[in-house]
């Protein structure tokens, strides 16, 4: 069992820290992953991994307070993911936020340097594909194969949907092509 720290921004969606010093999840409700708990709780809790499931943009994760989105981490305060390692399921953020993070030393970063998608019509393919390469990083995979493992998911996805779905399985070789691996690939979230 990995200790965890998690911020539930909805039912979908979270930032999640794999901490060092606790044994036990800790939940944030969706009212709470603001921009001041994310700082604190990075600061204090010292976790080796972050996970980000919510909005994202070029330079920003995105949290709430009390139902209103606000930047989470963003160029302000990326210096957080220093000696870290981070994997998102966000639009854009490794187009701009994930190099940030490497020049500030974060380990590695996985995400998407384009906007992500999710055809509702197949969304338990998507969110399949979409976490493939969380599940690895969190089974101890390094980053190149958790990499390699959601890129072939995808592609996998993709195959299934060609013969039913041409513009759902369109989209979901427009996120394969997205996902990016920054920084040591060798690297391991814990």
């Known amino acids: 069992m990995f200790p965890h720290f998690f911020f539930y921004l909805n039912s979908r969606s979270f930032f999640s820290f794999k901490i060092r010093r606790i044994s036990l ?19 204090e809790e010292d976790p080796d991994f972050v996970i980000h499931y919510d909005h994202g943009s070029t330079f920003t994760l995105w949290g709430q307070e009390s139902g209103v989105l606000e930047a989470a981490l963003d160029a302000g305060n990326v210096g957080l993911l220093s000696g870290r390692a981070a994997s998102t399921v966000s639009c854009q ?23 992500h998608w999710a055809h509702l019509w197949h969304l338990n393919r998507f969110t399949e594909a979409s976490n493939a390469a969380n599940y690895a990083l969190l089974e101890g995979k390094t980053f190149q194969q958790a990499y390699a493992i959601g890129y072939a998911k995808y592609t996998e996805k993709y195959l299934e949907l060609v013969p039913i779905d041409t513009v759902a399985a369109s989209v979901m070789l427009h996120d394969r ?10 690297a391991k979230a814990y």
Do not use: F, M, Q, W
Not at 28 to 36: G, L, V
Not at 95 to 112: C, F, N, Q, R, V
Not at 177 to 186: A, F, K, P
């Open 177 to 186: 092509n997205h996902l990016t691996l920054l920084g040591n690939g060798l």
């Open 93 to 115: 953020s490794a187009a701009g936020l994930g190099p940030l993070a490497i020049a500030s030393t974060a380990k590695a970063y996985l995400g998407y340097n384009d906007l």
């Open 25 to 43: 999840p800790c939940y944030i409700s969706a009212r709470y992953a603001s921009r001041e708990k994310v700082t604190t709780n990075i600061s």
